[in-house]
C-alpha cells in the first residue's frame, strides 16, 4: 500500500461519491441501446454539472451535450467541449450577447427559440457581429414550461428561416412532465401521445427546410419508448448517469419490474454523529447536503439493514429502523441514494470517484451555481 492510497472511509462528510464502475455500466449502456436504434445521444449536463463527466460521456459516444443555461455553455466551452445545445429560451439583451461570445470560439452552439421577439432579438444581434447560429424550434408537448404551441410552429419556423443570420437545425420536444409516471404502460402511452404531435411538426420541416434535420427528445423515464419513434433523432437525457429513488421507483417495463436499467452510481456519504437516543440516531446530511424534494433518500450501505432516513434539520437527519438494537454505533458511515439528484449535486463542489472501497480520483462539480 502506497500512503497516497485514499479509501472511502479516509473521506469527510457529508460528500458525493460516484461509483466508477457503475457509471461506466451506465455511459455504455445508454450508449449501446442508442446506437441500436440508429439515434445519438446529447446528454443534458444540467444533472451531473462536471466538464469532466461530459468529456466522458463524449469519449462514449455522445455527439455533444445539452446545456439548461448560458452560465453553463460558458463552463463547457472553457473545459473545450463542442456540439452545445442550450435547450432553454436566451432572451435578455446581456444574455444574447454572451451567447454570441461564446460563438467565437463554439462555432458549433446552438440555441432554442419559442417567441417572435426572440428570434428578432436573435437575428439582430447576430447581424451586428456578422455572425450566424443554428437555432432549433422548442415545441411545448404538454409541459406548458416553455415551447411554442405546436399550431403556432410553422408560422415561427417560417419566421426562422426568413431571418438571414439564424439556421433552423431542428427542433425540441421535451416532455418533463411525462419522465416519471410510475406505470411502464401509462408513460408510454403518454409520451407517444405527446410526441406525436412534434412529429406533424418535424415531418413538415424536414421536407421543406434542407437543414432541419435535427428531432431532439426524450429523457431518462422515456428512453427506450421514444427510441421507437422514427422522426426522433437524438435523446437529451441526464438523470441515467447518477440515478436517484424518483427514478428508481418507476416501472421499467409492462411486467412492473423496478426501473433498474441503470444503477445508483451516485451515492451521499454521512456520518451518524450523535447516538444518545432509543429510538434513532442522528447524522451529519441535512437539508443542506440533500435536496428535499422527491421523497426521501434511500439507505443503501449497510445493505439491506432496514435503516430509514428522515429530515432532521439545515445540517443533520434522523436514522430509524424497525428493529432499535440494530441501529448502527458512532462514527458508522452510510451510503445514501439521493432523491433528486441534479439539485443536490448543485450542493457539492467535487465528486470523489471510488471504485469498491478505494478512492480513484475526484472531478470537480464546475458548472455548481452556474444558473444564469
Ligand atoms: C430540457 C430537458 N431535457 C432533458 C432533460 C433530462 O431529463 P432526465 O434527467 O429525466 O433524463 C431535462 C431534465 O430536466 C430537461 O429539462
Known amino acids: 500500500m502506497t500512503t497516497t492510497e485514499k479509501y ?12 466508477v464502475d457503475v ?14 436504434a440508429g439515434k445519438n445521444i446529447r446528454p443534458h449536463v444540467k444533472t451531473h454539472k462536471c466538464s469532466a463527466l461530459a468529456q466522458r460521456q463524449i469519449e462514449v459516444g455522445a455527439i455533444g451535450v445539452c446545456a439548461a443555461k448560458v452560465s453553463e ?7 473545450g467541449l463542442e456540439n452545445i445545445l442550450i435547450t432553454g429560451p436566451v432572451v435578455t439583451p446581456s ?6 461570445n461564446l460563438l467565437t470560439t463554439a462555432s458549433s452552439l446552438m440555441v432554442v427559440v419559442d417567441h417572435p421577439g426572440n428570434i428578432a432579438l436573435l437575428d439582430t444581434a447576430l447581424r451586428a457581429r456578422r455572425m450566424s447560429m443554428g437555432v432549433l424550434l422548442d415545441v411545448d408537448v404538454g409541459m406548458h414550461r416553455t415551447g411554442a404551441r405546436p399550431s403556432d410552429a410553422l408560422a415561427l419556423a417560417e419566421q426562422i428561416v426568413s431571418c438571414p443570420n439564424l439556421r433552423l437545425q431542428g427542433i425540441q420536444a421535451y416532455a418533463g412532465h411525462v419522465q416519471h409516471i410510475r ?30 434535420t435535427i428531432f431532439s427528445a426524450s429523457g431518462t423515464g422515456t428512453f427506450d419508448i421514444d427510441l421507437a419513434v422514427p422522426e426522433v433523432s437524438e435523446l437529451q437525457v441526464g438523470s441515467y448517469v447518477c440515478m436517484d429513488t424518483e427514478y428508481l421507483e ?50 443503501i450501505v449497510p445493505e439491506n439493514s432496514g435503516l430509514k432516513y428522515d429530515w432532521f434539520g439545515d445540517e443533520y437527519g434522523k436514522i430509524t429502523c424497525f428493529d432499535n438494537s440494530k441501529l448502527p454505533s458512532i462514527g458508522t458511515v452510510l451510503e445514501l441514494i439521493t432523491s433528486h439528484c441534479d439539485p443536490t449535486i448543485n450542493l457539492f463542489d467535487r465528486y ?20 444564469q
Open 73 to 79: 455553455a460558458e463552463a463547457l466551452v472553457k473545459a
Open 8 to 19: 472511502k472511509s479516509d473521506l469527510e462528510t457529508p460528500c458525493l461519491v460516484l461509483d
Open 250 to 299: 418507476i416501472e421499467s417495463d409492462d411486467k412492473g419490474t423496478r426501473f433498474e436499467s441503470f444503477g445508483p452510481a451516485l451515492r451521499l456519504l454521512t456520518t451518524v454523529i450523535s447516538v444518545n437516543h432509543e429510538s434513532f440516531v442522528t447524522v451529519d446530511a441535512g437539508l443542506k447536503a440533500l435536496y428535499q424534494d422527491g421523497g426521501k433518500p434511500q439507505v
Open 23 to 36: 457509471l461506466e455500466r451506465n455511459l455504455k449502456k445508454m450508449q449501446a441501446v442508442v446506437e441500436h
Open 95 to 100: 444574455k444574447v450577447e454572451k451567447l454570441i
Open 183 to 212: 406505470s411502464y404502460e401509462k408513460r408510454k402511452h403518454t409520451s407517444h401521445q405527446c410526441l406525436q404531435e412534434a412529429v406533424h411538426v418535424f415531418r413538415d420541416l424536414n421536407t421543406s427546410v434542407p437543414t432541419c
Open 352 to 371: 470523489f470517484l471510488t471504485r469498491g472501497e478505494k478512492v480513484t480520483g475526484t472531478w470537480l462539480i464546475d458548472l455548481r451555481g452556474c444558473s
